[in-house]
């Protein structure tokens, strides 16, 4: 009886389980895809904000889009410059037509030193309108206006989510969107909030485009007091320079430009031809070639290792470290080790070039020139065949394998 009474419960309890058993099951499904459903939608709403953050309508075009209308309108503005302002008086007296300006007008924009215009028959307004589009042509000036649109987009950013943290106790603000709870708790458990990461980025950003620019300022402000310096106290290039109605300090502020962007371009017809024999003047613009090209990216990162030393702020230190690229998104900074590569490879290029042109052009294409004054002829082609192009001598009275070894170089 004992038997029949225990199982007879255990029967009638069956039901009462099973639907207990059930209603758990029920209640963990639901919480579940009420879990799914809330972390689907701050998904799609991250990426939402991720694609839409300092965007607006129409959607960003990219890089390539937008270098491509930047120089097709400062060309453009250039070439309408160029056309209105007067020409100088003088020569056959005809006026170069519109397809010259034009191409001219691209040349200087994009650095690449390729006229069909006699530079002389410009005036002192057209030939500020050339060093202006030579100016924002250059790549370290193109590089610089990234950097400020990267600022911009940063600092919007920053905006943006400091007003989701004040109306919201979380809130995500890291570049990509988390991806499940275990990256949440690995955020959160990080020694850098999300937040300092994003300041920091913002910050050095910031601090490298002042750099840049304290760079960019600087070199064209010494190079254009140096060279106007130059000649106000050497005697030849300031009779070249009045025997072609040339102002000095035109003549300092276009060449200083076109050398730092690399561009080639001088006011005269015969470009560094017409002054051989000053060797201060090559020596000047040799540091600026380098400077605008391939030794841009050491001299910037010591500039960013000093600032780094004499200021310990956090975000210099950061920038300066090996990850310093990837925090900024900027290309030419560049590691310390890979600057010193970079150094010695240009370094030995040099070398090369200088021995190549001194072994034969010693008594070839350097004649009635002293010792030093071939070895700083040697010394300004080398540095120029692989940047701006400005030469002293005549290229077609120098050896075919020099000319190769330029060609190799470029």
């Not at 519109?98 to 994009?110: P, Q, W, Y």
């Not at 890291?174 to 999300?194: F, H, L, N, W």
Request: aromatic share 8%; with cysteine; hydrophobic share 45%.
């Amino acid at each position: 009886m004992d038997g029949a009474h225990k199982l007879g419960e255990l029967f009638h309890d069956v039901p009462r389980r099973t639907a207990a058993a059930l209603d758990k099951a029920l209640s963990l499904l639901r919480s579940l895809s009420k879990y799914h459903a809330h972390h689907d939608v701050t998904e799609r709403m991250a990426r939402t904000r991720q694609c839409g953050v300092g965007q607006g309508w129409p959607p960003r075009l990219g890089s390539l889009p937008v270098h491509v209308a930047y120089f097709l309108a400062v060309s453009w503005c250039g070439y309408i410059l160029l056309g209105d302002l007067k020409f100088r008086a003088g020569g056959d007296g005809s006026r170069p037509s519109g397809i010259d300006l034009f191409f001219t007008a691209v040349s200087a924009a994009t650095v690449s030193s390729m006229s069909v215009v006699e530079m002389e028959v410009f005036t002192n307004g057209q030939l500020l309108v050339l060093t202006l589009l030579m100016l924002v042509g250059g790549e370290v000036f193109v590089s610089l206006m990234g950097l400020a649109s990267k600022w911009s987009t940063l600092s919007k950013q920053a905006t943006e989510n400091s007003g989701r943290v004040e109306s919201h106790d979380v809130t995500e603000l890291e570049m990509r969107p988390v991806a499940d709870a275990v990256d949440i708790e690995k955020t959160s458990t990080s020694s850098v909030s999300p937040v300092d990461a994003k300041r920091l980025r913002l910050n050095a950003v910031r601090s490298l485009f002042f750099i840049v620019l304290a760079i960019f300022l600087t070199v064209h402000g010494l190079g254009t007091a140096a060279i106007a310096a130059y000649v106000y106290s050497s005697p030849g290039p300031r009779r070249t320079l009045q025997g072609k109605a040339l102002n000095v300090w035109t003549f300092a502020v276009f060449t200083t430009v076109s050398t730092f962007s690399n561009c080639g371009f001088m006011p005269n017809n015969e470009n560094m031809v017409a002054f051989p024999r000053d060797t201060g003047l090559q020596l000047l613009l040799v540091p600026q070639v380098l400077a605008g090209n391939t030794l841009f990216a050491p001299l910037l990162a010591a500039c960013v290792r000093a600032a780094a030393a004499a200021t310990r702020r956090p975000e210099l230190v950061e920038t300066a470290s090996e990850n310093g690229a990837e925090l900024t998104g900027y290309g030419h900074l560049l590691p310390v080790r890979r600057c010193v590569m970079l150094v010695a490879t240009v370094a030995g290029l040099i070398a090369v070039q200088m021995a190549m042109v001194c072994g034969m052009e010693w008594g070839g294409a350097l004649p009635g020139m002293s010792p030093w004054e071939k070895v700083s002829n040697a010394l300004f082609l080398a540095v120029n065949s692989r940047h701006t192009g400005e030469s002293t001598v005549d290229l077609s009275t120098l050896a075919p394998a020099i000319l190769v070894l330029f060609v190799l170089m470029m």
